[in-house]
C-alpha cells in the first residue's frame, strides 16, 4: 500500500515569506508526527497528533510554527515569516498506535531553503 | 537534561565483515527502543526495535543489544554489504505531554560500506 507522502518535496522561500508543508500519512494511521532535519544531524521533535486529542506541541521551536490536522488525515505544517535558520528536512512520520509497537513511518521529506 | 547520543559519527567497514554501531541513552525512565536506517535523499526506515525487558533481539542480519546497567545500545550487521550504507539513528522512546508517545533520536552514525 501507499505510505506516508510529503509535498512539496523542495521547496526554496525567501527570508520572512510563508510557507506551507504538507503531510499525507498511511491510510488509517491514527498517530502523526513532525521532525526538523538539519544537515547532518539527527532528528528534532516538533509535534505529534494522536486521534481527537490535543496535539503535543512541545517541540516547536517557536510561536512561527504551527501545525493542524484536518478530518484526523492530512497534517499541513506552517512556518511564518522564515528565518535562515529553519532550512532544513522535515520529515513526517505517522504510526497506528493502540498496537505494543511505536514504530513509524517516515515520509521522504521536504528539503526547505530560505534564502 | 535527556538525551541520546552515539559514539561514532562515521564507521567504514569492508564488505562481508561485520559492524557494530553503538548508542548512548540517559534516560533510564525509556522503555523502547528502535534503530532506524536512512539512506540518503530519503526518509529513516525502521530496521529493529527492542523493549527494556530484553536485553537481545535479532532480525535478519541484524541485532540489537541492549545494556540497562550502563545504558548502551547497540546495532550489529552481519556480513555487511554495500547497501546496508546509511545513516543509522538510534531512537527512545518517552512519554510526552499527555501521555502521548514521543521517540528522541541520536544524532546518526554514518556507516560506508567499502567493496
Known amino acids: 500500500g501507499a505510505g506516508v507522502s510529503q509535498s512539496p518535496s523542495n521547496k526554496v522561500t525567501e527570508k520572512g515569506k510563508d510557507v506551507e508543508l504538507r503531510c499525507d500519512p498511511i491510510?488509517?494511521?491514527?498517530?502523526l508526527y513532525w521532525y526538523r532535519q538539519s544537515l547532518g544531524q539527527g532528528l528534532e521533535f516538533l509535534i505529534y497528533?494522536?486521534?481527537?486529542?490535543?496535539?503535543?506541541k512541545s517541540g516547536l521551536p517557536s510561536d512561527r510554527f504551527s501545525a493542524e490536522r484536518t478530518g484526523g488525515s492530512v497534517s499541513t505544517l506552517t512556518i511564518q515569516r522564515t528565518q535562515q535558520e529553519d532550512s532544513a528536512v522535515y520529515l513526517c512520520a505517522s504510526s497506528l498506535v493502540g498496537t505494543d509497537l511505536y514504530e513509524q513511518y517516515f515520509g521522504p521529506g521536504t528539503r526547505l531553503t530560505v534564502t | 537534561g535527556e538525551n541520546v547520543g552515539l559514539h561514532l559519527p562515521t564507521l567504514s567497514v569492508q564488505e562481508g565483515d561485520n559492524s557494530i554501531i553503538n548508542c548512548a541513552y540517559s534516560?533510564?525512565?525509556?522503555?523502547?527502543f528502535i534503530w532506524y536506517k536512512q539512506e540518503s535523499g530519503k526518509g529513516p526506515q525502521f530496521i529493529i526495535d527492542?523493549?527494556?525487558?530484553?536485553d537481545k533481539r535479532q532480525g535478519q542480519r541484524v541485532t540489537v543489544l541492549l545494556n540497562k546497567t550502563v545504558k548502551h545500545l547497540s546495532l550489529q550487521i552481519a556480513a555487511t554489504q554495500p547497501g546496508d550504507s546509511a545513516v543509522y539513528f538510534c531512537?527512545?522512546?518517552?512519554?510526552?505531554?499527555?501521555?502521548?508517545?514521543?521517540?528522541?533520536f541520536g544524532k546518526g552514525t554514518k556507516l560506508t560500506v567499502n567493496p
Open positions: 497528533f494522536q486521534g481527537n486529542s490535543a496535539p503535543d
Open positions: 491510510s488509517g494511521h491514527t498517530a
Open positions: 531512537a527512545e522512546n518517552i512519554n510526552g505531554q499527555g501521555g502521548s508517545e514521543k521517540l528522541v
Open positions: 527492542i523493549r527494556s525487558n530484553m
Open positions: 534516560n533510564s525512565a525509556s522503555d523502547y
